[in-house]
C-alpha cells in the first residue's frame, strides 16, 4: 500500500482551485437567475436574488477556511502576499501556515 504524502502548499493550491471552482459555480448561479420564471418564483417567496448568491459565497468560503484550518493553513490577508509561504491569492483567499509551537 502506498502513502501519499501532501504538503501544507500542496493543500493550499487545492483550497485555491476549490475557490476558483466556486467562482465559476456562482457565475451559473447567476446566469440561472437570469431565467424570469425563477426570478419571480424567489420574489413571491420573498428570497432576494442578491441575498441568494451572498449566502452560497459566504457558505463556500466558511467551508474552504474551515478545511485550510484542519491541515495548519489560515487564510491571510493581502498585506502579508509578499511574505514566503503565502499562496497567490484566488477569489479573495491567501493561505499561510500556521506557526507550530515550540
Known amino acids: 500500500m502506498g502513502l501519499d504524502i501532501y504538503l501544507r502548499r500542496d493543500l493550499a493550491n487545492i483550497l485555491r482551485a476549490m475557490a476558483c471552482a466556486s467562482a465559476g459555480s456562482t457565475g451559473l448561479a447567476g446566469e440561472l437567475l437570469s431565467d424570469p420564471e425563477l426570478r419571480s ?3 413571491a417567496a420573498g ?3 442578491e441575498e441568494l448568491l451572498r449566502v452560497y ?3 463556500v468560503r466558511n467551508t474552504l477556511v474551515s ?3 484542519a491541515f495548519g493553513l489560515e487564510p491571510v490577508g493581502p498585506s502579508v502576499q509578499t511574505r514566503p509561504g503565502v499562496s497567490p ?3 479573495g483567499l491567501l493561505w499561510a501556515e500556521i506557526p507550530r509551537e515550540q
Do not use: E, N
Request: aromatic share 0%; hydrophobic share 45%.
Open 41 to 43: 418564483q424567489l420574489t
Open 47 to 49: 428570497i432576494p436574488q
Open 57 to 59: 459565497q459566504a457558505g
Open 67 to 69: 478545511l485550510g484550518l
Open 89 to 91: 491569492s484566488v477569489a
